[in-house]
């Protein structure tokens, strides 16, 4: 152990990132903390000219490159590898925050669980499990050639807790934290014990994939939903995407270097509570 690094953990000088979901707005301030912190991030997405757009405001002895890809494309994956290997020489660290949800495989008064259909399923599925999983394969073989390095996946409250209604979306995320696990451990037995795997829980956040759950379409007061969330969030309020930042640079740093195979809530005290 350098004990050098624990007494700067989050200088990430040389770090060589590549994050999927980077534009999202969970994405975002990751992307920023990591370049304030001297890292130097490839953010995939499949619109290039808006992550560029938004990368070219970052300040930071780090840098970020936008790179076009769709984390369910293996080939684009490949060809985003190519760059990052041309651009950075190495990688080192993963972040897979892509995901989200789609309307029509979210129940509701006017589609029921019975109608609801394969193809809205099968995206929502496919996005938060295959575009977790796909990035794994293609970038983790770079962290194999070194034997070392961070896998670090973007789960979801919904995964320990499923709600109502979003059931395609509560089960993939319930398969990323199986896979998380799974991937820890394949990761250390197979390959390096230097390879670590986790992943963090977001519990509420306002984002545009579950604010037309959360909140009504005129004035932004809570709905029903909203409510009895806030009320079960001991903290009682939803969680600011900074709030993530803490967690995300922790479990990529070296003071979590005994740390893999974990799935990390951080959702204001949701899990916690009983609600009696």
């Given at each position: 152990m350098d004990w050098t690094t624990i007494d700067s953990p989050f200088d990430f000088t040389g770090r060589a990132v590549c994050m999927t979901g980077g534009t999202g707005v969970l994405g975002r301030p990751i992307v920023e903390a990591l370049v304030r912190r001297g890292a130097r991030v490839a953010v995939l997405a499949r619109n290039q000219a808006r992550a560029q757009e938004q990368i070219a405001h970052l300040n930071g002895p780090?840098?970020?490159l936008a790179i076009a890809a769709d984390v369910l494309d293996r080939a684009s994956l490949q060809q985003a590898l190519d760059i990052i290997s041309r651009e950075f020489g190495h990688l080192d660290t993963l972040i897979n925050a892509a995901g989200g949800n789609h309307p029509r495989a979210t129940t509701s008064p006017e589609l029921s669980f019975f109608d609801l259909p394969a193809d809205a399923l099968r995206s929502a599925f496919d996005l938060n499990l295959l575009g977790t999983l796909l990035p794994c394969q293609i970038f983790g073989r770079m962290l194999v050639e070194r034997s070392e390095g961070v896998i670090l996946n973007l789960s979801s409250m919904n995964?320990?807790?499923?709600?109502t209604r979003v059931v395609a979306y509560a089960a993939a995320k319930a398969?990323?934290?199986s896979f998380t696990q799974w991937l820890a451990v394949h990761m250390a037995r197979q390959y390096s014990p230097r390879i670590r795997v986790n992943a963090v829980a977001p519990g509420f956040f306002l984002?545009?994939?579950n604010r037309f759950l959360l909140t009504q379409a005129e004035g932004g007061e809570?709905?029903?939903r909203g409510r009895s969330i806030i009320e079960h969030t001991p903290m009682g309020r939803f969680g600011n995407p900074e709030d993530l930042l803490g967690a995300v640079l922790w479990l990529l740093s070296p003071s979590a270097a005994f740390i893999t195979?974990?799935?990390l809530p951080v959702d204001g005290g949701f899990s916690a509570f009983s609600g009696v």
């Amino acid at each position: 152990m350098d004990w050098t690094t624990i007494d700067s953990p989050f200088d990430f000088t040389g770090r060589a990132v590549c994050m999927t979901g980077g534009t999202g707005v969970l994405g975002r301030p990751i992307v920023e903390a990591l370049v304030r912190r001297g890292a130097r991030v490839a953010v995939l997405a499949r619109n290039q000219a808006r992550a560029q757009e938004q990368i070219a405001h970052l300040n930071g002895p780090g840098r970020a490159l936008a790179i076009a890809a769709d984390v369910l494309d293996r080939a684009s994956l490949q060809q985003a590898l190519d760059i990052i290997s041309r651009e950075f020489g190495h990688l080192d660290t993963l972040i897979n925050a892509a995901g989200g949800n789609h309307p029509r495989a979210t129940t509701s008064p006017e589609l029921s669980f019975f109608d609801l259909p394969a193809d809205a399923l099968r995206s929502a599925f496919d996005l938060n499990l295959l575009g977790t999983l796909l990035p794994c394969q293609i970038f983790g073989r770079m962290l194999v050639e070194r034997s070392e390095g961070v896998i670090l996946n973007l789960s979801s409250m919904n995964a320990f807790r499923p709600l109502t209604r979003v059931v395609a979306y509560a089960a993939a995320k319930a398969a990323v934290n199986s896979f998380t696990q799974w991937l820890a451990v394949h990761m250390a037995r197979q390959y390096s014990p230097r390879i670590r795997v986790n992943a963090v829980a977001p519990g509420f956040f306002l984002t545009e994939q579950n604010r037309f759950l959360l909140t009504q379409a005129e004035g932004g007061e809570l709905t029903a939903r909203g409510r009895s969330i806030i009320e079960h969030t001991p903290m009682g309020r939803f969680g600011n995407p900074e709030d993530l930042l803490g967690a995300v640079l922790w479990l990529l740093s070296p003071s979590a270097a005994f740390i893999t195979g974990v799935v990390l809530p951080v959702d204001g005290g949701f899990s916690a509570f009983s609600g009696v």
